[in-house]
């Protein structure tokens, strides 16, 4: 069974950056693709970032291009989220996910694993 547990959350000022980290245990070398999502109250579970692991490929939605970047420490087992300049706007609770299907990757339901997740709350 895999299991995801994120950690790197926290308070930041506007402009700030953070980087979250998305440690897998039980790690199947079937996994196909790992992903971030967020979701702020009242709304969706919207896709940020995304990893296939095994072309290492990384792939951004709107919300995750230009301020944000995905990596994979494969000698970790460790997916991370760097994030620069943040707003308010990115103020959410973070998850990580991981699949083995190739599908959608910024479709929610294509994953099968999912972290707890850890708070970002940015502050003007």
């Known amino acids: 069974q895999v299991q995801l547990v994120e950690s790197g959350g926290g308070s930041v000022q506007a402009g700030g950056s953070l980087r979250l980290s998305c440690s897998v245990s039980?790690?199947?070398?079937?996994?196909?693709?790992m992903a971030w999502f967020r979701q702020a109250p009242g709304t969706g579970r919207e896709g940020v970032a995304a990893?296939?692991?095994?072309?290492?490929?990384?792939y951004y939605s709107p919300i995750g291009k230009g301020r944000f970047a995905i990596s994979w420490d494969n000698a970790k087992e460790t997916l991370y989220l760097q994030m620069d300049n943040l707003n308010p706007g990115d103020a959410a609770m973070y998850y990580c996910?991981?699949?083995?299907?190739?599908?959608?990757?910024?479709?929610?339901?294509?994953?099968?694993?999912w972290g707890q997740g850890t708070q970002v709350t940015v502050s003007s």
């Open positions: 990893f296939v692991i095994g072309e290492r490929l990384t």
């Open positions: 996910a991981a699949g083995r299907a190739a599908a959608s990757i910024f479709v929610a339901s294509t994953y099968t694993y």
């Open positions: 039980g790690y199947s070398h079937d996994l196909y693709h």
